[in-house]
């Protein structure tokens, strides 16, 4: 058995809810871990004013006594500050005639890139708010909050898990291996872009500046690192049980996001196996290690104990101030798209995301390969496998 979630709500709805089920009962949790990382997701140079609006809190309303979990569902509810504009436009009630704001507001003209045409030819729906209003990454609020429990978790078995930006718009930056894992997250944290490449920081900063001039958006790639996990978790015995393959899964579900790899990722296409694979060293201090981490944290499936380290990549925003062609599905007619308001860039604030959904993937392989009710003895599995492996 492990941790599962779900998220409700519409991005212009009244708030966004999530349900989580399976973690163990007796682990700290206060409302203060979930609002650091909702106020870290609402940061990120490239937004657009929706961020402005937003102040992103959660109320715990179900699943924790006393700042500790109680074995039971936790319910999280974060309201949307905007819902107050959207009241009539969003009302649950049926329209008793139809209304001219409604008719003004209908969206009939499908944004490409976005899931509006490909949902309203799903849903059967002729105003497309219905689609764009779930398929907004305004959902990956209470993603992030569900993450953020997770990480929680994590924090106490001695996982640390972090997201930086390592490229936007073309602009790269530099491997910095020489960083600590402490310092990655502190320069990540105080970057606009989460950058921890000044030089690489400022020509993205300028490709965004740039971007929004021209009514354009660009998208990038994010790295997310987590450390501490124990070795042999996940699984090589079927494909659903792979560990890696859960991230990938998880990291692409994030909105926009195309593509994953892990350590060297695709690079291992274009050098030989003895440059690719990281070979076995021991020693009686720490049981097996591997002297280089190429292959980023995975063999089989499994975890090997070295940093997990996975990027992806999110695609440029699909609403665009400059327009592209597209078809309205009232009158047929093509129309170049026009727009309200949009990001221009969201790939730091995607990047935080990202971190949190690599975490919810890890504490569930955990809390599946060390199950436990109390929380108590399942810190205790994970210390004896620890130990095992040390012996081994
Ligand atoms: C944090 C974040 C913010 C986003 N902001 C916008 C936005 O302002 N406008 C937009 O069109 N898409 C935005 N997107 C991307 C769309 O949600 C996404 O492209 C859409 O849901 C279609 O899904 P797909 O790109 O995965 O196919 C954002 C994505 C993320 C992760
Ligand atoms: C609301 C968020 O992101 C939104 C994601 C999004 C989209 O289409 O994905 C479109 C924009 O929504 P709006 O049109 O209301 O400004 C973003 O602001 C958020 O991240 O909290």
């Known amino acids: 058995m492990g941790i599962r979630y779900l998220t409700a709500g519409e991005?212009?709805?009244?708030?966004l809810t999530t349900i989580i089920e399976g973690l163990p009962a007796g682990m700290p949790l206060v409302a203060e871990d979930i609002n650091t990382e909702l106020a870290r997701r609402q940061k990120g140079y490239g937004r657009g004013r929706r961020m402005e609006i937003e102040k992103d809190m959660v109320e715990i309303t179900?699943?924790?006594?006393?700042?500790?979990?109680?074995?039971?569902?936790?319910?999280?509810v974060v309201k949307n500050n905007d819902w107050k504009h959207w009241?009539?436009?969003?009302g649950i009630e049926p329209l008793q005639e139809v209304e001219e704001e409604e008719i003004k507001r209908k969206v009939t003209r499908a944004r490409p890139g976005h899931a509006d045409l490909n949902g309203a030819l799903k849903y059967g729906h002729r105003d497309?708010?219905?689609?764009?209003?779930r398929s907004s990454a305004r959902e990956t609020t209470v993603r992030v909050a569900a993450?953020?429990?997770?990480?929680?978790?994590?924090?106490l078995v001695g996982v640390e898990v972090v997201a930086h930006v390592v490229e936007i718009g073309g602009k790269k930056a530099n491997p910095l291996h020489h960083l600590s894992f402490k310092e990655i997250k502190e320069q990540a944290e105080a970057s606009p872009v989460r950058c921890i490449d000044s030089n690489a920081e400022k020509a993205m900063i300028a490709a965004i500046d740039e971007a929004k001039k021209n009514g354009d958006s660009i998208g990038g790639v994010v790295e997310v690192i987590a450390t501490g996990m124990p070795t042999g978790v996940g699984s090589y015995v079927h494909y659903d049980r792979k560990l890696d393959a859960k991230l990938a899964a998880a990291i692409v579900s994030i909105n926009a996001f195309k593509g994953v790899e892990f350590g060297i990722g695709f690079e291992a296409a274009r050098k030989p196996g003895s440059e690719v694979h990281d070979e076995i060293v021991w020693d009686d201090e720490w049981g097996y290690s591997r002297?280089?981490?190429?292959l980023g944290g995975f063999e089989g499936g499994m975890t090997t104990g070295m940093p997990i380290i996975v990027r992806g990549v999110m695609k440029p925003i699909p609403t665009l101030y400059k327009p592209l062609m597209s078809v309205?599905?009232?009158t047929k007619e093509p129309f170049a798209a026009s727009i309200e308001r949009s990001d221009s860039c969201a790939v730091p604030a995607a990047a935080v995301v990202a971190e949190n959904v690599v975490a919810w993937e890890l504490a569930?392989?955990?809390?599946?390969?060390?199950?436990?009710?109390?929380?108590?003895?399942?810190?205790?599995?994970?210390?004896?496998?620890?130990e095992f492996a040390r012996e081994f």
């Not at 991005?11 to 708030?15: E, V």
């Not at 179900?62 to 999280?76: K, M």
């Not at 497309?128 to 209003?133: I, K």
């Not at 993450?147 to 924090?155: D, I, P, R, T, Y």
């Open 147 to 155: 993450g953020s429990v997770a990480k929680k978790l994590l924090s």
């Open 328 to 330: 309205d599905i009232e």
């Open 291 to 294: 002297k280089t981490n190429r």
């Open 87 to 90: 009241t009539k436009i969003m």
């Open 62 to 76: 179900s699943g924790v006594r006393h700042g500790q979990t109680l074995g039971s569902p936790i319910a999280l």
């Open 364 to 386: 569930n392989a955990l809390v599946e390969q060390f199950y436990s009710d109390r929380f108590d003895t399942f810190v205790k599995e994970i210390n004896e496998q620890r």
């Open 11 to 15: 991005s212009h709805g009244p708030q």
């Open 128 to 133: 497309m708010r219905n689609v764009l209003e």
